[in-house]
């Protein structure tokens, strides 16, 4: 069993930054793979990023290439997303999730944290 939780969100003006923590409690975390997702309201859920948890090679949406970086502590049991130049339609409520699987697929990722809420005015 995996506990996430996710700390970090606020509310910025555009251009701003954030940085985004997702802390992990329970099994070995270093190898799992992560990503992080966001849901707006009256919207789907939408995959933002993910890292590789063997390889910590990264993926991006389109939407947020250039401007999102997702990394991780394995000492601090911790992954972030960094986000910069953030814009309005980047306001949601971000999750982060663990899996065996790299994929940009909520449905396969095993554990979710609670979310935390971003909200970017103009």
């Known amino acids: 069993q995996v506990q996430l939780v996710e700390s970090g969100g606020g509310s910025v003006q555009a251009g701003g930054s954030l940085r985004l923590s997702c802390a992990a409690s329970?099994?070995?975390?270093?190898?799992?793979?992560m990503g992080w997702f966001r849901q707006a309201p009256g919207k789907l859920r939408e995959f933002v990023a993910r890292l590789n948890g063997s390889d910590g090679s990264t993926d991006y949406t389109e939407s947020v290439k250039g401007r999102f970086t997702v990394s991780r502590d394995n000492a601090k049991n911790t992954v972030y997303l960094q986000m910069n130049s953030l814009k309005p339609e980047d306001t949601a409520v971000y999750y982060c999730?663990?899996?065996?699987?790299?994929?940009?697929?909520?449905?396969?990722?095993?554990?979710w944290g609670q979310g935390t809420q971003v909200t970017v005015s103009s």
């Open positions: 329970g099994r070995t975390f270093s190898s799992m793979n």
């Open positions: 999730a663990a899996g065996t699987w790299y994929t940009g697929s909520g449905a396969l990722y095993l554990y």
